[in-house]
């Protein structure tokens, strides 16, 4: 298994743009896809994005798709959630999580981390 530690959130104006980091400890990071999800205030938590083993394949809410970019570096057991183009509707607390397939962004560890937030303001 692995742990997961979210970071690189912050307040940022429409428009804007923020790289948020997802740091894995274990050795088993590179054996599965992962994936970002989020969670406004008074909503529920959503898919966001995710990455196949390799990062050759991506998987992207309508609602990111053409302003985020998922990658990972599993020499660094890292995850990448690149967001440009900011809006309000953005903000929300970001996690990050293995998934079962890139098409099926469904958690596989039922601990979440804290999360990062990510404040857009208008």
């Known amino acids: 298994q692995v742990q997961l530690v979210e970071s690189g959130g912050g307040l940022v104006q429409a428009g804007g743009s923020l790289r948020l980091s997802c740091a894995a400890s274990?050795?088993?990071?590179?054996?599965?896809?992962m994936g970002w999800f989020r969670q406004a205030p008074g909503k529920e938590r959503e898919f966001v994005a995710t990455i196949s083993l390799s990062g050759i394949s991506t998987y992207y809410a309508d609602s990111v798709k053409g302003r985020f970019t998922i990658s990972r570096d599993n020499a660094k057991n890292t995850v990448y959630l690149q967001m440009n183009s900011l809006k309000p509707e953005d903000t929300a607390v970001y996690y990050c999580n293995a998934v079962r397939g890139i098409r099926i962004p469904i958690a596989l560890f039922d601990a979440w981390g804290q999360g990062t937030l990510v404040t857009v303001s208008s």
């Open positions: 274990g050795r088993t990071f590179s054996s599965y896809a």
